[in-house]
């Protein structure tokens, strides 16, 4: 059954969120450090934006408690999880009793050159500098510099899709 919503005002954003998850994308950890610690969330609005220079974007609600430490830092990575790290994704993804700095304590981090968290195990980890940063209503657009990354062979990636996960 094909169901379609519209408005002539636009969808609120209940109606944005299910629109969104029809789109499959990789789970990954957005993860900054500032003087408060280690700072992270699930984020699902990561994409390449160029590769010379290699760049890479997530979208950062201005309520997210990681905003402040990536832009204040300048740094940040994104964590690609693995099809056996679901628990870290509900972990970060806000569920549970975790919060902020608590968080990285559910799993073995080290640091890329940034000095920003990386996982240790994760399917991949690039590792950014903020080079643009662009306010968009609820959210900011954080554009990122790629200076490294490194990645686990073999690895299966852990894929969100309609609010749950794809093995």
């Known amino acids: 059954m094909t169901e379609t919503i519209t408005s002539a005002a636009g969808i609120g954003s209940r109606d944005f969120w299910r629109a969104v998850g029809l789109r499959a994308i990789g789970a990954a950890v957005v993860a900054a450090r500032d003087d408060n610690g280690p700072q992270g969330f ?43 790290q679901e628990d870290l994704a509900k972990v970060f993804g806000g569920g549970g009793e975790l919060k902020g700095a608590q968080r990285f304590t559910s799993a073995t981090w080290d640091a890329m050159a940034t000095g920003a968290p990386a996982l240790v195990g994760a399917a991949g980890v690039i590792d950014c500098q903020v080079e643009q940063a662009i306010d968009l209503q609820s959210s900011m657009l954080v554009i990122g510099r790629v200076l490294a990354f490194r990645s686990e062979a073999g690895a299966r990636p852990l894929v969100c899709y309609r609010g749950g996960y794809l093995k």
């Open 42 to 84: 699930l984020g699902l609005s990561t994409a390449h934006v160029s590769d010379d220079p290699p760049l890479m974007s997530v979208s950062v609600g201005k309520t997210t408690s990681a905003l402040a430490p990536i832009l204040g830092a300048g740094c940040f990575t994104l964590n690609f999880l693995t099809d056996a």
